[in-house]
């Protein structure tokens, strides 16, 4: 027979296999509702180990979505006869990772005697169930005919990074299943983790000699996982129960092996009997297990021909039990398999999945600071590729793809964990599809089947006009927000598709820019942090207070900035083991008050002296967050309580001093201070009489007025000499603004006019007032976006949008200004980054020496010696500029005497040893350079390289090397087949000022 008759024919019979293999077999089940889970049982992903579960698991529990059939008729292998289909073979010889599979059943069950369970014999293929189990998992052979496995499916999708051999004790040489008793019945085990427990306390006495280490692939101390098998005997478990198919962090003492030969239990995955025979399940459970999320949306039913995000195109969202899809390049990056590559447009090619050359490329544009977007090239199998083969594509059959093309999708990284993959308000994933409805999130409807772009069928996603919206076809972020981004294929073969890349120039979208230096560079470059907030600086900069991740419940100390509309400059760190920090500038200098959690609560204050930080004070006292705050003339700090009572503290001298009687023995939320009437005065939510009250402290009583109802979670403020307003955030996301400026002082019985504002839902807020602008940033409920709107002071009937959105996701924010600019400080997820945003120029005269104190008045310049007689220093004017007889100090430090003009000698610029480029070369999409080291009075080296041979302004970027002992840099991320022109100068920093030397001769250098 000739090959392609050969082929023929296989087509054919496989195309009569398939037919009666993909028959569902089982119906999809109802989701449960509410009223049919007890409230307490609110798991983080819907599933039955919820609040009252015990804390040894974190789980993954599935939806019906993820399993189209659950169960087949027949397999391929099953209706072809045994002669033809060939057979697997389980003796694994290259794994790399391990797991160990345990197989229960509960008390009083006899299933696995004799012939019954997974001893039985399975009569449509005359072999022993458990048989078929063990090749499920073990299995590989190099029959088409065959359904792919654990071991192959793993290995072929990871391009071998992960050969993963299941360990089964259990089961002897001829297939036969030892079962483990369980101690309880099935009825009596009310959560996942108790069946975990029993069974790895059964395993170790039925095997005390056996070794957990062969467990461990990875070498962490922990089994690489632990696959346990509950028999059900037929009576499958229902969603959301105790056996549902689940993978979940165990967090116990359990362990597996013989004394010192034990291993500890990191994750486990459970896979009952009756979905035992569906590969995709056992596939589905073990692949979470290495970092893979859900792609489906919670409460979404198999049948549905909406709510479906990434839907056939990923094994994490659907599959159809034997007929399996692969996952996505980004759940193969989550399980650390490959690793995207990031693409700035152009003409890009990618190869097909098993190639080992790149399949799929990550892009993005400043509209966004962490959402993406993903191009995959993917290559459908058909019949004649038989049951092993992945991606089918069969039209007429559910769960198979529409064929093979480029798929384009969104990844919004803070969903990862904080939505649990899909699940969440937002998709992690959404794949781009004609016929898509709604937004900005989308319906999840449309042809997703053909989502994919090709040569042959639809070849462009996106639109440009940076008006369209998803329903239009444009390539969207979660907000709805148009990238702008076109994406056409123009090539495609059998194993490679080629693409062209267009991105929007997006320098004419009114964006919100980084706050930067005079060389384009920003001082927050650190991950790691939790919150941000900004403090207005006397001079009218900004201090920028950053509060590091906690470790556990203890603090990990915070580092402050200084920004002046050109320059930043790092005031260093403070308070390790402190955390939630909050400053105020009293007497024009910098204070900061953070939280230390412990057997007894502290809370510690912090001054910047101008050259470091010095503690003032501590106090044994409870609060969620210390807030400070300035009023009649004094400082206070006011801590919550932490629902154990609130008090005010004054600082005198080098203590902090109670200020007033404790209040509130509920919880205290949203605190801010204020100055009313030259007391001090608190505005908080009190979560006991839901409602938002203003607690104003005099004569030493406390008196408390009603603001408005509901229970603020954030209460932002805003004074100066002349304005006074409160911003309240309550739990609905509803923004109220209070004038205070108005009031008497008494704070009892005052009566507010809260003003209702017309702006999106926010889960937290502030405002700023600059000229006659006020300003209030927010970050949307719900979507994280960070936006910023403006009124006038005078007039506060209409608001509009600065700019563009900020920011998203945005986790905390704050807003500032200098000058004509406004800032937003914000910490956006998933690095953890702080960051200052800035919109708006900031103009002359922004930055002008803080005022002298009205208590301490300014001394009279010393007569410098000999005569002349200087002339003394001009009183302050609004946009200054210093002289040399006249030096303008330093914030928030000591002003120095000045010097006679005689005696004021300028020490001569350094002359730096020039260095030279030894060598260029250009790789893929990069350049690597090398110079000639100088450490002879060199701080390190400036690098430029640009696409002109001028360099000019708009092609030319530039790198810094902080050490004079490195002389090689490569830059990544650039043009493919372009020449860069590169020359590198040695510079040196002395206190502020940076010292160049000439440039070198200039190379150039193509990128491959």
């Given at each position: 027979?000739?090959?392609?008759?050969?082929?023929?024919?296989?087509?054919?019979?496989?195309?009569?296999?398939?037919?009666?293999?993909?028959?569902?077999?089982?119906?999809?089940?109802?989701?449960?509702?509410?009223?049919?889970?007890?409230?307490?049982?609110?798991?983080?992903?819907?599933?039955?180990?919820?609040?009252?579960?015990?804390?040894?698991?974190?789980?993954?529990?599935?939806?019906?979505?993820?399993?189209?059939?659950?169960?087949?008729?027949?397999?391929?292998?099953?209706?072809?006869?045994?002669?033809?289909?060939?057979?697997?073979?389980?003796?694994?010889?290259?794994?790399?990772?391990?797991?160990?599979?345990?197989?229960?059943?509960?008390?009083?069950?006899?299933?696995?005697?004799?012939?019954?369970?997974?001893?039985?014999?399975?009569?449509?293929?005359?072999?022993?169930?458990?048989?078929?189990?063990?090749?499920?998992?073990?299995?590989?052979?190099?029959?088409?005919?065959?359904?792919?496995?654990?071991?192959?499916?793993?290995?072929?999708?990871?391009?071998?990074?992960?050969?993963?051999?299941?360990?089964?004790?259990?089961?002897?040489?001829?297939?036969?299943i030892r079962y483990l008793t369980l101690p309880r019945a099935r009825e009596g085990?009310?959560?996942?983790?108790?069946?975990?427990?029993?069974?790895?306390?059964?395993?170790?006495?039925?095997?005390?000699?056996?070794?957990?280490?062969?467990?461990?692939?990875?070498?962490?101390?922990?089994?690489?996982?632990?696959?346990?098998?509950?028999?059900?005997?037929?009576?499958?478990?229902?969603?959301?129960?105790?056996?549902?198919?689940?993978?979940?962090?165990?967090?116990?003492?359990?362990?597996?092996?013989?004394?010192?030969?034990?291993?500890?239990?990191?994750?486990?995955?459970?896979?009952?009997?009756?979905?035992?025979?569906?590969?995709?399940?056992?596939?589905?459970?073990?692949?979470?297990?290495?970092?893979?999320?859900?792609?489906?949306?919670?409460?979404?039913?198999?049948?549905?021909?909406?709510?479906?995000?990434?839907?056939?195109?990923?094994?994490?969202?659907?599959?159809?039990?034997?007929?399996?899809?692969?996952?996505?390049?980004?759940?193969?990056?989550?399980?650390?398999?490959?690793?995207?590559?990031?693409?700035?447009?152009?003409?890009?090619?990618?190869?097909?999945?098993?190639?080992?050359?790149?399949?799929?490329?990550?892009?993005?544009?400043?509209?966004?600071?962490?959402?993406?977007?993903?191009?995959?090239?993917?290559?459908?199998?058909?019949?004649?590729?038989?049951?092993?083969?992945?991606?089918?594509?069969?039209?007429?059959?559910?769960?198979?793809?529409?064929?093979?093309?480029?798929?384009?999708?969104?990844?919004?990284?803070?969903?990862?964990?904080?939505?649990?993959?899909?699940?969440?308000?937002?998709?992690?994933?959404?794949?781009?599809?004609?016929?898509?409805?709604?937004?900005?999130?989308?319906?999840?409807?449309?042809?997703?089947?053909?989502?994919?772009?090709?040569?042959?069928?639809?070849?462009?996603?996106?639109?440009?006009?940076?008006?369209?919206?998803?329903?239009?076809?444009?390539?969207?972020?979660?907000?709805?927000?148009?990238?702008?981004?076109?994406?056409?294929?123009?090539?495609?073969?059998?194993?490679?598709?080629?693409?062209?890349?267009?991105?929007?120039?997006?320098?004419?979208?009114?964006?919100?820019?980084?706050?930067?230096?005079?060389?384009?560079?920003?001082?927050?470059?650190?991950?790691?942090?939790?919150?941000?907030?900004?403090?207005?600086?006397?001079?009218?900069?900004?201090?920028?207070?950053?509060?590091?991740?906690?470790?556990?419940?203890?603090?990990?100390?915070?580092?402050?900035?200084?920004?002046?509309?050109?320059?930043?400059?790092?005031?260093?760190?403070?308070?390790?083991?402190?955390?939630?920090?909050?400053?105020?500038?009293?007497?024009?200098?910098?204070?900061?008050?953070?939280?230390?959690?412990?057997?007894?609560?502290?809370?510690?204050?912090?001054?910047?002296?101008?050259?470091?930080?010095?503690?003032?004070?501590?106090?044994?006292?409870?609060?969620?967050?210390?807030?400070?705050?300035?009023?009649?003339?004094?400082?206070?700090?006011?801590?919550?309580g932490s629902g154990s009572g609130a008090q005010l503290y004054r600082l005198t001298?080098?203590?902090?001093?109670?200020?007033?009687?404790?209040?509130?023995?509920?919880?205290?939320?949203?605190?801010?201070?204020?100055?009313?009437?030259?007391?001090?005065?608190?505005?908080?939510?009190?979560?006991?009489?839901?409602?938002?009250?203003?607690?104003?402290?005099?004569?030493?009583?406390?008196?408390?007025?009603?603001?408005?109802?509901?229970?603020?979670?954030?209460?932002?403020?805003?004074?100066?000499?002349?304005?006074?307003?409160?911003?309240?955030?309550?739990?609905?996301?509803?923004?109220?603004?209070?004038?205070?400026?108005?009031?008497?002082?008494?704070?009892?019985?005052?009566?507010?006019?809260?003003?209702?504002?017309?702006?999106?839902?926010?889960?937290?807020?502030?405002?700023?007032?600059?000229?006659?602008?006020?300003?209030?940033?927010?970050?949307?409920?719900?979507?994280?976006?960070?936006?910023?709107?403006?009124?006038?002071?005078?007039?506060?009937?209409?608001?509009?949008?600065?700019?563009?959105?900020?920011?998203?996701?945005?986790?905390?924010?704050?807003?500032?200004?200098?000058?004509?600019?406004?800032?937003?400080?914000?910490?956006?997820?998933?690095?953890?980054?702080?960051?200052?945003?800035?919109?708006?120029?900031?103009?002359?005269?922004?930055?002008?020496?803080?005022?002298?104190?009205?208590?301490?008045?300014?001394?009279?310049?010393?007569?410098?010696?000999?005569?002349?007689?200087?002339?003394?220093?001009?009183?302050?004017?609004?946009?200054?500029?210093?002289?040399?007889?006249?030096?303008?100090?330093?914030?928030?430090?000591?002003?120095?005497?000045?010097?006679?003009?005689?005696?004021?000698?300028?020490?001569?610029?350094?002359?730096?040893?020039?260095?030279?480029?030894?060598?260029?070369?250009?790789?893929?999409?990069?350049?690597?350079?090398?110079?000639?080291?100088?450490?002879?009075?060199?701080?390190?080296?400036?690098?430029?390289?640009?696409?002109?041979?001028?360099?000019?302004?708009?092609?030319?970027?530039?790198?810094?090397?902080?050490?004079?002992?490195?002389?090689?840099?490569?830059?990544?991320?650039?043009?493919?087949?372009?020449?860069?022109?590169?020359?590198?100068?040695?510079?040196?920093?002395?206190?502020?000022?940076?010292?160049?030397?000439?440039?070198?001769?200039?190379?150039?250098?193509?990128?491959?």
């Amino acid at each position: 027979m000739k090959r392609q008759d050969a082929h023929k024919a296989a087509a054919m019979l496989m195309s009569v296999v398939l037919a009666c293999a993909l028959v569902p077999a089982v119906p999809a089940q109802a989701q449960p509702t509410a009223a049919d889970a007890p409230a307490a049982e609110t798991a983080a992903d819907g599933g039955a180990d919820g609040a009252d579960a015990p804390a040894a698991t974190v789980p993954d529990v599935e939806s019906p979505l993820v399993v189209a059939d659950e169960q087949t008729v027949a397999t391929a292998a099953e209706a072809v006869p045994p002669s033809t289909a060939g057979s697997y073979d389980t003796a694994i010889a290259d794994a790399n990772r391990y797991q160990l599979v345990i197989v229960v059943r509960f008390a009083g069950d006899t299933t696995g005697d004799s012939d019954t369970g997974l001893n039985a014999v399975d009569p449509s293929v005359l072999q022993l169930t458990g048989r078929r189990l063990v090749e499920r998992l073990n299995g590989f052979t190099d029959s088409p005919f065959l359904e792919p496995t654990l071991y192959s499916y793993v290995k072929d999708v990871s391009d071998g990074a992960c050969r993963l051999r299941s360990i089964i004790p259990q089961a002897d040489e001829g297939f036969r299943i030892r079962y483990l008793t369980l101690p309880r019945a099935r009825e009596g085990y009310a959560y996942a983790v108790n069946v975990v427990e029993d069974a790895l306390t059964a395993f170790n006495r039925a095997y005390p000699d056996f070794d957990g280490r062969s467990l461990d692939g990875d070498g962490d101390g922990y089994a690489d996982n632990v696959l346990i098998v509950p028999e059900v005997n037929g009576s499958a478990p229902v969603i959301d129960s105790p056996l549902w198919p689940h993978k979940a962090d165990y967090t116990g003492s359990g362990r597996i092996g013989a004394e010192g030969r034990a291993v500890r239990v990191g994750t486990y995955t459970m896979v009952d009997t009756s979905h035992g025979v569906s590969t995709g399940t056992i596939v589905h459970e073990t692949i979470h297990a290495f970092g893979a999320k859900d792609l489906y949306r919670a409460g979404a039913k198999t049948e549905d021909a909406a709510n479906r995000p990434v839907g056939v195109w990923d094994i994490m969202a659907e599959h159809a039990g034997s007929r399996l899809m692969r996952p996505l390049a980004i759940t193969r990056q989550d399980c650390g398999w490959t690793k995207l590559e990031e693409t700035g447009g152009g003409s890009v090619t990618l190869f097909a999945p098993g190639s080992g050359k790149r399949q799929a490329v990550k892009f993005k544009t400043d509209l966004n600071a962490s959402e993406y977007f993903v191009a995959e090239f993917r290559r459908a199998s058909d019949a004649a590729d038989g049951a092993a083969g992945l991606d089918m594509s069969v039209e007429g059959l559910p769960s198979t793809i529409g064929g093979s093309g480029l798929v384009v999708y969104r990844v919004n990284p803070v969903m990862k964990d904080a939505g649990n993959g899909n699940k969440g308000p937002k998709d992690y994933v959404y794949i781009f599809r004609p016929g898509e409805t709604g937004a900005p999130r989308g319906d999840g409807a449309g042809d997703l089947r053909h989502a994919q772009l090709s040569v042959s069928g639809r070849a462009t996603l996106g639109v440009a006009d940076m008006a369209a919206g998803l329903a239009d076809g444009a390539i969207t972020y979660s907000d709805g927000q148009n990238s702008g981004i076109v994406v056409s294929v123009t090539e495609q073969s059998d194993d490679a598709i080629t693409f062209k890349l267009e991105m929007p120039d997006v320098t004419a979208h009114d964006l919100w820019k980084s706050a930067v230096d005079g060389k384009g560079a920003t001082a927050l470059t650190e991950s790691g942090f939790s919150d941000t907030s900004l403090v207005k600086a006397a001079d009218g900069a900004l201090y920028q207070v950053c509060s590091r991740l906690q470790s556990g419940t203890r603090g990990a100390g915070a580092t402050v900035y200084r920004y002046d509309g050109s320059s930043w400059s790092s005031l260093g760190s403070l308070g390790n083991g402190y955390g939630n920090f909050s400053g105020a500038v009293y007497r024009n200098e910098l204070y900061v008050a953070g939280v230390r959690y412990g057997a007894t609560t502290t809370i510690g204050l912090w001054r910047w002296s101008g050259r470091a930080w010095k503690e003032v004070a501590t106090v044994a006292a409870a609060a969620n967050k210390p807030v400070l705050g300035v009023a009649g003339g004094a400082l206070y700090l006011f801590a919550d309580g932490s629902g154990s009572g609130a008090q005010l503290y004054r600082l005198t001298g080098s203590s902090l001093t109670p200020a007033g009687r404790r209040w509130g023995s509920g919880t205290i939320a949203g605190a801010h201070l204020f100055d009313v009437g030259g007391q001090p005065a608190v505005m908080a939510g009190n979560f006991s009489s839901d409602r938002t009250e203003l607690w104003t402290l005099a004569n030493g009583v406390w008196k408390v007025a009603r603001v408005h109802s509901g229970f603020a979670q954030t209460v932002a403020g805003y004074q100066d000499g002349k304005h006074s307003f409160a911003l309240t955030v309550t739990q609905d996301g509803a923004l109220r603004l209070i004038d205070l400026a108005g009031t008497s002082g008494s704070g009892f019985g005052e009566k507010y006019s809260p003003s209702p504002l017309a702006l999106p839902k926010a889960y937290t807020a502030s405002l700023t007032l600059g000229g006659d602008r006020l300003y209030v940033a927010l970050a949307e409920a719900g979507s994280q976006i960070a936006r910023v709107f403006e009124t006038s002071v005078g007039n506060r009937a209409s608001w509009q949008q600065v700019g563009a959105n900020v920011v998203s996701p945005s986790t905390a924010i704050d807003v500032g200004t200098i000058g004509d600019a406004v800032f937003v400080a914000s910490t956006a997820t998933p690095d953890d980054v702080p960051m200052l945003l800035q919109y708006g120029s900031v103009g002359p005269g922004a930055i002008v020496p803080a005022p002298p104190l009205p208590s301490e008045p300014a001394k009279p310049a010393p007569a410098p010696t000999p005569a002349p007689k200087p002339t003394p220093a001009p009183a302050p004017k609004p946009t200054p500029k210093p002289t040399p007889s006249t030096p303008a100090p330093a914030p928030s430090a000591p002003t120095p005497a000045p010097k006679p003009p005689s005696s004021a000698k300028a020490k001569p610029a350094p002359k730096l040893r020039a260095t030279t480029l030894t060598k260029v070369k250009g790789g893929r999409r990069a350049i690597t350079l090398r110079w000639k080291k100088q450490t002879k009075s060199v701080t390190g080296y400036q690098i430029r390289y640009s696409t002109s041979r001028k360099f000019t302004k708009k092609t030319t970027r530039t790198r810094w090397v902080k050490s004079a002992k490195k002389t090689s840099l490569t830059v990544k991320k650039l043009k493919a087949k372009k020449t860069y022109y590169v020359k590198v100068r040695t510079y040196k920093k002395i206190g502020a000022k940076y010292y160049y030397s000439k440039w070198s001769k200039v190379k150039k250098v193509k990128t491959k």
